[in-house]
């Protein structure tokens, strides 16, 4: 089992910033993949950046150049730093974090509860 505590979403005019964090703790014996998704009414679940465990990220085009995925490996923990927010970044934010339990076991995805972040423009 492994659990995923966020933090950081909120209220934000446009052109603001936010920075999310997602801790993971529990039964991990190595963490693949961490990333950030997002749903806004009406849409999909969409990537918005995920970074993995060789420190390799991958960004959706609409966040390039703004939001930054980063990783502290000693706390288990994803950062998604977004600056020049804007109306259509509204939506709620998940975390998604792929681990192993064991040497032997298989690979295994966890979803955060999600925190909102709202353009209040």
């Known amino acids: 089992q492994v659990q995923l505590v966020e933090s950081g979403g909120g209220l934000v005019q446009s052109g603001g910033s936010l920075r999310l964090s997602c801790a993971a703790s529990?039964?991990?014996?190595?963490?693949?993949?961490m990333g950030w998704y997002r749903q806004a009414p009406g849409n999909q679940r969409e990537l918005v950046a995920d970074i993995r465990s060789g420190g390799s990220s991958n960004y959706a085009d609409s966040v390039k150049g703004r939001f930054t995925i980063s990783r502290d490996t000693a706390k288990d923990t994803v950062y998604l730093q977004m600056n020049s927010l804007k109306a259509e970044d509204t939506a709620v934010y998940y975390c998604?974090?792929?681990?192993?339990?064991?040497?032997?076991?298989?690979?295994?995805?966890?979803w955060g509860q999600g925190t909102q972040v709202t353009d209040s423009s």
């Open positions: 529990g039964s991990i014996f190595s963490i693949h993949v």
């Open positions: 998604n974090v792929g681990v192993k339990y064991s040497r032997d076991s298989g690979f295994f995805t966890t």
